[in-house]
């Protein structure tokens, strides 16, 4: 069965601190695509990257980076030297052959608080 | 420009009643999703159409039917609302599948009283 873990439920940081959310995924598939997907307050999702299974580089964009291991079945998010804009909850999602590629599973979500 | 857009943005009901929620998407898309987010920020899919057709059907009560009138719309109809119905709806759409980027609208809120 097709499941994302994000175990943690909550994270607190101090501004211009580093952090790390975690997301574990499972699926029996050799073609799947991961996203992370931000939350803010204000209630919209924005979509933040895409990886498929076949691309296992590593991505930078800005403060936030993304490291993708199959081996360990993990794609998990780094903001660096956070912001409280950064403050808001984060979704990992996966998207797999099996369902047809309609259908997205979302993880539970981590909660970032980021204090000034 | 908003490219996912749903209305009402709150929707607040007694139980029993009727309603609708309405989505359109100006990307030129041809897949719509409807999520719902519970109280505790729990995101699932309900629905997922392609070119207006239903692909997925996530095991949602029959009071719940979905209409894709076109590819740019898909609005979502509730019968006999229950208090287990409130929650957060998302509309969201996407260039072929769920393998894109799904673009989500600002959300409904849902409270049945």
């Known amino acids: 069965a097709q499941k994302v873990t994000q175990a943690q439920t909550e994270i607190s940081v101090v501004e211009k601190e580093d952090v790390t959310l975690d997301c574990v995924y499972e699926t029996r598939d050799t073609t799947y695509y991961l996203f992370w997907y931000k939350q803010p307050p204000s209630g919209e999702l924005v979509f933040l990257i895409r990886?498929?299974?076949?691309?296992?580089q590593n991505e930078i964009s800005g403060r936030y980076s993304w490291n993708f291991q199959k081996s360990t079945s993990s794609f998990n998010f780094t903001i660096t030297a956070s912001q409280v804009v950064d403050s808001a909850v984060y979704f990992c999602?996966?998207?797999?052959?099996?369902?047809?590629?309609?259908?997205?599973?979302f993880g539970a979500g981590t909660r970032l608080f980021v204090k000034a | 420009d908003t490219a996912v857009s749903q209305t009402p943005k709150y929707l607040v009901t007694q139980m029993g009643n009727d309603k609708s929620i309405k989505c359109e998407q100006n990307?030129?898309?041809?897949?719509m999703y409807w999520y719902k987010q519970d109280s505790k920020k729990f995101l699932k899919i309900m629905f997922s159409y392609n070119n207006k057709e239903l692909i997925i059907n996530e095991t949602v009560p029959n009071r719940f039917s979905p209409k894709s009138p076109d590819k740019a719309h898909l609005n979502l109809h509730i019968n006999s609302l229950e208090l287990g119905d409130s929650a957060v709806y998302f509309c969201?759409?996407?260039?072929?599948?769920?393998?894109?980027?799904?673009?989500f609208g600002p959300g409904t809120r849902l409270t049945v009283l």
């Open positions: 990886r498929n299974s076949f691309d296992e």
């Open positions: 969201a759409s996407s260039q072929a599948s769920s393998y894109n980027e799904q673009f």
């Open positions: 990307l030129g898309h041809d897949t």
């Open positions: 999602a996966l998207s797999d052959y099996r369902t047809g590629g309609f259908k997205t599973i």
